[in-house]
């Protein structure tokens, strides 16, 4: 299977920051790598489709970049709603594959 | 928008299968694939599965030999069966939609999930 190494699984952060969350993934994956958003009880929402496209209607504050098997998630001007947990995913390789998750929290 | 509704029995005894149905409304299930996703509580996202309209079928090799996924497109839903449960099973149960744009796919609409309880 593919892994997606997600880092950090948690970190603090205030409203106006700059949040940066990493996969790496375990082979190639082109950059067929998603970010979703998750609040608590809640379905998953996309992010970010094919490493770096926003989803429509996704704040222009999330950034999606590549640099090889590396993935990024930056959000800049952390908002209020924006305090969630975040995954990624590969839908290059069979089985997709998710990350372990990164909470945002206060 | 298209809306993706789970449905199951909320609680299933060791050994037994489970059954879930993930009704699609607003929009076709034609031309997508659907796909099942877990999560444990407090834990991370588990791909089952995806099936086409076709009904080809691809699953996870965790689960392959007690997942079957199918499709009826008269009554646009999707069902997974999981036989043989055990504690590990217990989760939330997520249906979500395929999105394929030529070279890439997401999941752009998600179910709200539906829970499982495991347990004699």
């Known amino acids: 299977d593919t892994q997606m190494t997600q880092s950090p699984s948690s970190l603090s952060a205030s409203v106006g920051d700059r949040v940066t969350i990493t996969c790496r993934a375990s082979?190639?994956?082109?950059?067929?790598v998603s970010w979703y958003q998750q609040k608590s009880g809640k379905a998953p929402k996309v992010l970010i489709y094919a490493a770096s496209t926003l989803q429509s209607g996704v704040p222009l504050r999330f950034r999606g970049s590549r640099s090889g098997t590396d993935f990024t998630l930056t959000i800049n001007n952390l908002q209020p709603e924006d305090f969630a947990t975040y995954f990624c995913?590969?839908?290059?390789?069979?089985?997709?594959?998710f990350g372990q998750g990164t909470k945002v929290e206060f | 928008q298209v809306q993706l509704q789970e449905s199951g029995p909320g609680l299933v005894k060791p050994s037994e299968t489970l059954s879930l149905i993930c009704t699609v409304s607003r929009g076709s299930i034609r031309s997508y694939y659907w796909s099942w996703v877990r999560q444990a509580a407090g834990k991370g996202l588990e791909w089952i599965g995806r099936i086409s309209t076709s009904g080809r079928v691809d699953y996870n090799p965790s689960l392959e030999t007690r997942v079957t996924m199918a499709i009826d497109t008269s009554k646009n839903q999707v069902s997974l069966n999981v036989n043989s449960v055990n504690v590990a099973d217990a989760a939330m149960y997520f249906c979500a939609r395929v999105f394929y744009n030529g070279y890439e796919s997401h999941f752009d609409y998600w179910g709200q999930g539906t829970p499982v309880a495991v347990s004699s």
């Open positions: 082979q190639p994956v082109s950059n067929y």
């Open positions: 995913q590969q839908t290059y390789n069979l089985p997709w594959t």
